[in-house]
Nanobody, 121 residues
Framework: QVQLVESGGGLVQAGGSLRLSCAPSGRSYSVSAMGWFRRAPGKEREFVAVINWRGTSTYYADSVKGRFTVSRDNAKNTVYLQMNSLKPEDTAVYYC??????????????WGQGTQVTVTS
């Protein structure tokens, strides 16, 4: 399993933007699809976005489609989640995950510790 580290979370007003990053602490995961998930207070963890290993195919949850963009730079061994037009309901701990494809978290073998995103109204 790969150890993943997220960064870039913080406090932002509604309508603002944040960019999350995810990088492995050890070996490269450039051949792995990568996903983003989130857990809001009192809720189950849910799928946000996923990108294939080449960066040529992406898939989003309906709740973030058109506002969030997932991308990757395999040369830098980093995956990004650009979040625009943030809403208070986007407030959650955001996790990156490796090794799976799709929206089912059980398909992903490696996870980060998460980074907090708080959106104020």
């Amino acid at each position: 399993q790969v150890q993943l580290v997220e960064s870039g979370g913080g406090l932002v007003q509604a309508g603002g933007s944040l960019r999350l990053s995810c990088a492995p602490s050890g070996r490269s995961y450039s051949v792995s699809a990568m996903g983003w998930f989130r857990r809001a207070p009192g809720k189950e963890r849910e799928f946000v976005a996923v990108i294939n290993w080449r960066g040529t195919s992406t898939y989003y949850a309906d709740s973030v489609k058109g506002r969030f963009t997932v991308s990757r730079d395999n040369a830098k061994n980093t995956v990004y989640l650009q979040m625009n037009s943030l809403k208070p309901e986007d407030t959650a701990v955001y996790y990156c995950a490796a090794g799976g494809w799709g929206s089912n978290e059980r398909d992903f073998a490696s996870w980060g510790q998460g980074t907090q995103v708080t959106v104020t109204s």
